[in-house]
């Protein structure tokens, strides 16, 4: 059990008693909706609360648990992500350098080593798959392919676990939830802003944003989600961050919006990154891994881009 327990118990509670009403809502939403519709929301809605669990019990079980969850689903998605690639284009030697990767990375992390693995993975990523690819003489699309396995790597690996870093932010002090606090704040944004964004756009989006890569896109679903994250992050960030202690409420306020616009307007960058990927292969989900929401890749695109970028304004804003 981590520290200030009762804090973080509360702020979980709050968290279930939101997905609760939304899935009330959704409920009754549906009432006479057609089978098919019906199917895929009550799956999504089920994939919602098994997150919720996976996250729940991965943060109260502390810095491992939370970097096993990271390391699971960053597994999941490079799967996805050669699965697009192609398996053949990569190849054996590739996809297993790529995949012993991920546990390697996240045991130096937990051991102590996060900044000698957040500075050298890059060049580690770059160097392994290069050399290896060239040794063996991969030349057919060699380009595409290194560069995009590099790519998954990048984004799955070292973005995601940038999330991870924030428990090991140096501090003299915690937020009141504990060590965790800018972790939840980050996924708590991201996901309320993907959910925002999609609700939005669905009932007023009239302006298409990015109609060649992610046509459902629009500026409405944009603005609304930026606004709702925005107002959450004023109103969790005084329980979740540390950016109230030594500073006065306005300063206090303009850096929790500011937090909350950047994490929006990430989040929204992240996605419409991997909607590109995806168009590229021609296809429309990652996988069918998450009933109702498609592959992993496609729920945690948006923390790819949100996780470094948020937490290089932590280290900024903290010091």
Not at 194 to 214: C, E, N, W, Y
Request: with cysteine.
């Amino acid at each position: 059990m981590p520290e200030n327990s009762a804090a973080l118990l509360w702020t979980l509670s709050a968290v279930c008693a939101a997905l609760l009403g939304g899935t009330l809502v959704r409920i009754v939403a549906l009432r006479g909706a057609a089978t098919s519709i019906l199917e895929s929301r009550l799956s999504s809605l089920r994939t919602w609360w098994i997150l919720f669990g996976s996250g729940t019990i991965a943060v109260m079980s502390g810095r491992i648990g939370t970097a096993m969850l990271l390391a699971t689903a960053g597994a999941l998605a490079l799967r996805e992500f050669v699965g697009l690639v192609g398996w053949s284009n990569v190849g054996r030697p590739t996809a297993i350098l790529v995949f012993a990767f991920v546990p390697l990375y996240y045991i130096v992390a937990i051991a102590g080593q996060h900044e000698l693995v957040r500075q050298l993975a890059p060049a580690a990523f770059f160097v392994a798959l290069g050399g290896l690819r060239s040794w063996l003489g991969l030349i057919e699309g060699y380009i595409r392919t290194t560069a995009a396995v590099f790519w998954g790597l990048m984004l799955f690996v070292y973005g995601l676990s940038h999330a991870y870093f924030l428990l090991e932010l140096p501090s003299t002090v915690d937020p009141p939830v504990g060590h965790c606090g800018h972790f939840l704040f980050l996924i708590l944004l991201t996901e309320t802003n993907d959910i925002m964004q999609a609700l939005v756009g669905r009932r007023f989006g009239k302006h298409k944003i990015t109609p060649r890569i992610s046509p459902n896109k629009s500026l409405e679903g944009l603005l609304g989600g930026m606004l709702i994250t925005t107002l959450l992050a004023v109103l969790t960030a005084s329980t979740l961050t540390i950016w109230s202690v030594g500073r006065s409420p306005g300063q206090s306020l303009m850096i929790s919006a500011l937090a909350g616009l950047l994490i929006s307007l990430l989040g929204f960058l992240g996605d419409i990154n991997m909607s590109g990927i995806k168009r590229d292969v021609g296809v429309k989900d990652g996988s069918t891994l998450l009933p109702g929401h498609g592959g992993m890749i496609d729920r945690i695109d948006s923390l790819t881009f949100t996780a470094p970028v948020f937490y290089y304004f932590v280290r900024g804003v903290t010091g």
